[in-house]
Structures are given as structure tokens and as C-alpha cells.
């Protein structure tokens, strides 16, 4: 098993160049919820050379990692975009994370919506997925995309936890890795995606 992590693009102060930046919780995660699995930083290289890049190094499960909004970084979303095709194509495990599952729902067509009270918070999940989940986005799908079902929704009804029918694809609108030691809705929830 070897996961690729993809990349926020982040500005380093004093310097104008892009950098791609992963926090460092997601190693601490990887470690307790998969010990012994490899795992690596995947870079924003754009649609035409990441599949090469992940295939040299023999990628065979995503994290879509959270961080900026969809339509922030074209390179972001070009690199996203063309590994979701490529997993998709060759039915490889994928895990969105916040702006990862937002990009599964773009990706199947389904807009998001604002929501509120969402930011810098805890709160509850109920669904087949329930638990009490950190919560950092404002953004939510505005509906169940197709080919995918709600597993998890906040008590506001907003959707936050998806799994796709076909595919061993989810979503999860919480942050897994900022939770030190990882809960065990999550522990499981990885398990499930990466087993």
C-alpha cells in the first residue's frame, strides 16, 4: 500500500514563489491509524505529469488533502482533477478531506453551498458515520452528488460525510489529521477506505 497525499499551494513571506505544503498532523494520523503503510507528499505538477509522477513511485490509494478553496489554484485543481480520472480508471481508493470532498462533489457535478458556524468548531454527526467531528469549512455540497451517498450529515443537515457507490471513494468534511490521538470514527473510516 502507498498513499499519495496531495498538496496545498501556500506563499512563504518574502518570496514569490509557490510552495506545495502539507501539515505536518497528517504524519502523526498516518502513523497511528495505518502504522507501517507508505505514504508521501504528492506535488501540484498539473494534469499532464502527475499520473506519470505517481506511477513512477507506485501511488495506489489518494488523500485529497484539505486547504483552499476550489478555483483558488487552477494547478491544484488540474492535479486533483486528472488523479481522480486516473484512480477512477484504474479503481484505486480515494479519501477527500474537507476541500477533497468537495472537489468529489464538483467533480460529479454538484455545486456548494455557504454554511455557517462551521469554522474552528466541533459538533456532531449523525448518519451511518456518527461521532463528534472537528469542523473547518464554509463551504458544503448542495446536495448528494450522483453516483455517491450521504453517510454522515452535521445538525444543521448539511452534508458531511459521502461515500461513493461503485467506488471505494469518500468524503469527509472534517479534518482526520488534526485530531491527536485520531478518533476512532476516523481510525475506522481510514481503514475502511485503505484496507
Same mark, same amino acid.
Request: proline share 6%; charged share 20%; aromatic share 8%.
Given at each position: 500500500?502507498?498513499?499519495?497525499?496531495?498538496?496545498?499551494?501556500?506563499?512563504?513571506?518574502?518570496?514569490?514563489?509557490? *510552495?506545495?505544503?502539507?501539515?505536518?498532523?497528517?504524519?502523526?494520523?498516518?502513523?497511528?491509524?495505518?502504522?507501517?503503510?507508505?505514504?508521501?507528499?504528492?506535488?501540484?505538477?498539473? &494534469?499532464?505529469?502527475?499520473?506519470?509522477?505517481?506511477? $513512477?513511485?507506485?501511488?495506489? *490509494?489518494?488523500?485529497?488533502? &484539505?486547504?483552499?478553496?476550489? &478555483?483558488?489554484?487552477?494547478?491544484?485543481?488540474?492535479?486533483? +482533477?486528472?488523479?481522480?480520472?486516473?484512480?477512477?480508471? *484504474?479503481? $484505486?481508493?480515494?479519501?477527500?478531506?474537507?476541500?477533497?470532498?468537495? +472537489? +468529489?462533489?464538483?467533480?460529479?457535478?454538484?455545486?456548494?453551498?455557504?454554511?455557517?458556524?462551521?469554522?474552528?468548531?466541533?459538533?456532531?454527526?449523525?448518519?451511518?458515520?456518527? &461521532?463528534?467531528?472537528?469542523?473547518?469549512?464554509?463551504?458544503?455540497?448542495?446536495?448528494?452528488?450522483?453516483?455517491?451517498?450521504?453517510?454522515?450529515?452535521?445538525?444543521?443537515?448539511?452534508?458531511?460525510?459521502?461515500?461513493?457507490?461503485?467506488? *471505494?471513494?469518500?468524503?469527509?468534511?472534517?479534518?482526520?489529521?488534526?485530531?491527536?490521538?485520531?478518533?476512532?470514527?476516523?481510525?475506522?473510516?481510514?481503514?475502511?477506505?485503505?484496507?
Amino acid at each position: 500500500m502507498r498513499i499519495g497525499v496531495t498538496s496545498r499551494i501556500v506563499e512563504a513571506p518574502g518570496y514569490r514563489e509557490a *510552495r506545495d505544503a502539507l501539515a505536518h498532523d497528517w504524519a502523526a494520523f498516518l502513523a497511528a491509524a495505518l502504522p507501517g503503510v507508505a505514504w508521501m507528499q504528492l506535488p501540484n505538477l498539473g &494534469g499532464e505529469h502527475i499520473v506519470p509522477y505517481c506511477e $513512477l513511485w507506485g501511488i495506489d *490509494r489518494l488523500i485529497l488533502s &484539505g486547504g483552499e478553496d476550489i &478555483g483558488v489554484s487552477a494547478l491544484r485543481d488540474q492535479t486533483e +482533477l486528472r488523479l481522480l480520472d486516473w484512480a477512477e480508471a *484504474r479503481g $484505486l481508493p480515494v479519501l477527500g478531506v474537507c476541500r477533497g470532498m468537495q +472537489l +468529489l462533489a464538483h467533480r460529479a457535478g454538484t455545486g456548494l453551498v455557504p454554511v455557517a458556524a462551521h469554522v474552528a468548531t466541533t459538533h456532531a454527526v449523525s448518519g451511518a458515520w456518527a &461521532g463528534v467531528v472537528n469542523s473547518y469549512h464554509r463551504l458544503a455540497p448542495a446536495a448528494c452528488p450522483e453516483g455517491f451517498e450521504v453517510m454522515a450529515r452535521a445538525e444543521d443537515g448539511s452534508i458531511e460525510g459521502l461515500a461513493h457507490r461503485s467506488l *471505494r471513494w469518500e468524503g469527509w468534511m472534517w479534518h482526520p489529521e488534526r485530531c491527536q490521538p485520531p478518533a476512532p470514527l476516523d481510525v475506522t473510516g481510514i481503514r475502511r477506505v485503505f484496507a
